[in-house]
């Protein structure tokens, strides 16, 4: 299940969460245009070239796999101090969500994912946590500490929060919390 709650980030909190969107949204077009550059390297015909542009890349480099994509990262955060900013996860989740888009492509049939300008990603996904990060009337987020939440609805007893979306819609924050519980289900009853 998924609760939404209002959050209210102070100016620095505000500050990192809108340059961590930026950073993630970056991160989600360099791969994008890693992915594209590997396919239109293989659209060339064998007897011709392209006379308007050339990509040169090796016959045998391998698709910018999911996996190598985020096996890359720590070696560009080295190069790019600003993936470091970022929590780890919040920055791989953005490339995840790049790949899912891919798979939604050639499998169901959506359209080719999109270079995403400034303003179009507006979302953070925490995938996980050791403790309940709603701590009393605060969310307490890695690298950000505590947030204040209007905890409308408390969250049942019993239940464990999966993971925490931030969310951003015309300056206000959104935390959409995802919790779970493991239910016994009975077998159903054959007659």
């Given at each position: ?81 600003r993936l470091g900013e970022v929590p780890s996860q919040v920055l791989q989740q953005s490339l995840k969500q790049l790949h ?92």
């Amino acid at each position: 299940m998924n609760y939404r709650y209002r959050i209210y980030p102070n100016l620095t909190q505000t500050q990192s969460l809108l340059e961590w969107i930026d950073v993630c949204r970056v991160a989600y077009n360099y791969g994008l245009r890693e992915i594209k550059d590997w396919y239109n390297s293989r659209k060339c015909l064998v007897d011709r070239c392209s006379i308007s542009h050339e990509y040169i890349m090796a016959t045998d480099a391998p698709f910018p796999s999911e996996v190598l994509q985020l096996n890359a990262l720590p070696s560009a955060k080295k190069v790019f101090p600003r993936l470091g900013e970022v929590p780890s996860q919040v920055l791989q989740q953005s490339l995840k969500q790049l790949h899912r888009a891919c798979v939604g492509f050639q499998k169901v049939g959506h359209g080719f994912p999109r270079f995403k300008k400034f303003g179009q990603f507006k979302s953070l996904l925490f995938p996980q946590f050791k403790e309940n990060p709603v701590v009393g009337l605060n969310i307490k987020l890695p690298k950000l500490g505590l947030i204040p939440i209007n905890l409308h609805r408390p969250i049942p007893s019993g239940f464990v929060v999966k993971q925490v979306w931030i969310i951003n819609k015309a300056d206000i924050w959104y935390a959409s919390i995802n919790i779970q519980r493991d239910v016994s289900v009975p077998s159903p009853i054959t007659l």
